[in-house]
Nanobody, 118 residues
Framework: QVQLVESGGGLVQPGGSLRLSCAAS????????MGWYRQAPGKQRELVAT???????NYADSVKGRFTISRDNAKNTVYLQMSRLKPEDTAVYYC????????????WGQGTQVTVSS
């Protein structure tokens, strides 16, 4: 079993920055993908960014150039540095961990709220 604990959400003004963290513990796969997804009210959950074992990075077009995903493998932690935030970035952000190449099994964090508003 894997546990994911997120932190770092909050309220920020447009143009501001936030850094999300997600620490994984338990039986973690050696080759894995850690990533961030978000869900706004009334919308489906969507990809924000993923970081596969090694160096493979993937970003949603809407966050390219503004968000940066990174990971510390020694700490089993993934980060999401969010800059130049916009009101449309407001959502609950979820951390995800899955084996490389498959979604089975897939683990989710409890979610952290990010609100961008003046």
């Amino acid at each position: 079993q894997v546990q994911l604990v997120e932190s770092g959400g909050g309220l920020v003004q447009p143009g501001g920055s936030l850094r999300l963290s997600c620490a994984a513990s338990g039986s973690i796969f050696s080759l894995n993908v850690m990533g961030w997804y978000r869900q706004a009210p009334g919308k489906q959950r969507e990809l924000v960014a993923t970081h596969a074992s090694g160096v493979s990075l993937n970003y949603a077009d809407s966050v390219k150039g503004r968000f940066t995903i990174s990971r510390d493998n020694a700490k089993n932690t993934v980060y999401l540095q969010m800059s130049r935030l916009k009101p449309e970035d407001t959502a609950v952000y979820y951390c995800n961990l899955r084996p490389l190449g498959t979604w089975v099994p897939s683990y989710w964090g409890q979610g952290t709220q990010v609100t961008v508003s003046s």
